[in-house]
């Protein structure tokens, strides 16, 4: 079987992620506001009124009556003052004004705000008082309108919407206390080997290791409306395997496996997939991750999608970068419009790197800043399984599968990690 680009089996997920959606829609819950970020929105949000819901002063000054004189050197009488809370209720003539202070009501009879600092005013507390323009003013200036920037029964988000705190602030401003949003995927991870133990266990001998791809795709994951089910670690047993696989088919949206997706005699996924479902890609041009799956299983009333990831737990975190957390997202509900995107940016390569063969690499790099410019240097050996550097890094270092090599001085593409940037 070829090796699949990586870009073309982005695109084939995308697309079989898309007709999934279409075809089997996320149900949805009523979410409290604070728990709703990060969720994706299964309703129109629709104003109830304008906002401002009256026309507000956009400065600390004076609110002047209609038809006042605003050439330079106009004296008026204030009467009165408007606060946030507290509006003027009286009757402002021409000539007149009120002290006003920003996000106060602006009286129905005022039809101007001028800048405190476009007056002689000095600190007078009582009423009434006289103030002088020392600059001509605009009519109708300095006024936040009712309306301008939403009106009753404007659609102020649509379905689909990923919801971020700026989403929060403007549903809150609406009075909105909760929300329709889809229901969080329930994603099964499982991990195959009989020289796995769970972290926290005792190493029983030098040919055991731990499994440590769960934790790293729960925590890749984290961020994301979904929620996770853990069935453990399952020994190199096909009976076994198939079992746990066929129970997680029953319980889950999405199946994600670390390790059993390679030729070894022992690795028994690709089998168990093949007798539950189908595979749909299998082995992709890159480095490292090349043994990478992508299928469903078969269930009665949907399919279930399945992603299997190489046992390597470098491989494993540059498989979920670039395939499953894009896949979830549009599984989740989240509109097209609105989906996170990788970062991708160039930076000055600081040092030589040679590259062999022809699959897309992703190196472990440290970008920064140099006189200005965003320059990046890749992290010694880029065996895949030294999982250190990982943790050191900030970016991936990506070397298209036509790239014959990188001199220092070379311009290169950098997708940097989301959670260096807090």
């Given amino acids: 079987m070829s090796l699949i680009p990586v870009k073309d089996l982005k ?23 604070d728990d709703a970020l990060g969720r994706i929105l299964a309703e129109q949000v629709v104003a109830d ?28 009488e204030v009467i009165g003052e408007s606060c946030a809370g507290s509006p003027f209720t009286g009757r402002i003539l021409p000539n007149q004004a009120v002290r006003i202070f920003t996000g106060a009501v602006v009286p129905s009879d005022a039809d101007t705000v001028v800048m405190q600092e476009n007056t ?21 200036s300095n006024i936040r309108r009712q309306g301008e920037e939403i009106t009753k029964g404007e659609a102020v988000l649509d379905v689909g919407k990923r919801l971020n705190p700026a989403d929060i602030s403007l549903l809150a401003s609406l009075g909105v206390a909760s929300v329709l949003v889809c229901q969080p995927l329930i994603v099964g991870v499982l991990a195959t080997g009989d020289e796995l133990i769970a972290v926290g266990e005792s190493l029983p001998s030098l ?13 890749l994951l984290a961020r994301l409306p979904v929620q996770m089910r853990d069935y453990g670690i399952i020994p190199d047993d096909l009976d076994q395997i198939k079992a746990v696989v066929q129970r997680a088919i029953d319980e889950c949206d999405v199946i994600i496996s670390s390790a059993g997706v390679s030729v070894g005699d022992y690795d028994y996924l690709n089998e168990v997939v093949g007798q ?11 480095k490292p991750g090349k043994p990478f799956v992508f299928g469903e299983f078969h269930r009665a009333d949907k399919p279930v999608l399945y992603f299997g990831l190489p046992g390597n737990p470098l491989s494993t975190i540059v498989g979920v970068l670039q395939f499953v957390r894009p896949a979830l997202w549009q599984l989740s509900g989240c509109a097209s419009h609105d989906l996170p995107y990788a970062s991708a940016m160039p930076a000055v390569c600081q040092t030589d790197i040679t590259k062999k063969g022809t699959r ?39 070397l298209p599968s036509d790239c014959a090599g990188i001199k220092a001085g070379d311009t290169v593409m950098i997708e940097p990690f989301e959670w260096c940037f807090g």
């Fill in 120 to 140: 002689d005013y000095q600190s007078i507390a009582d009423f009434p008082y006289a103030v002088t323009l020392t600059q001509a003013a605009t009519a109708g």
């Fill in 11 to 33: 695109q084939a997920i995308s697309l079989r992620a898309h007709d999934h959606v279409q075809a089997h829609p996320r149900p949805v819950l009523t979410c409290q506001l």
């Fill in 276 to 286: 539950l479902g189908q595979i749909h890609h299998y082995k992709v041009n890159m």
């Fill in 207 to 219: 040919a055991n290791i731990y499994n440590s791809n769960t934790p790293t795709i729960k925590a």
């Fill in 49 to 76: 009124f304008d906002v401002p819901r009256q026309n507000l002063s956009a400065m600390d000054g004076f609110a002047l009556g209609v038809g006042s004189d605003l050439s330079d050197q106009t004296a008026f």
């Fill in 360 to 398: 897309q690499e992703f190196l472990r790099a440290v970008f920064g800043f140099d006189d200005g410019r965003l320059s990046v240097k890749p992290l010694g050996t880029q065996d895949s399984h030294r999982v250190k550097q990982m943790s050191h890094a900030n970016c991936l270092l990506v």
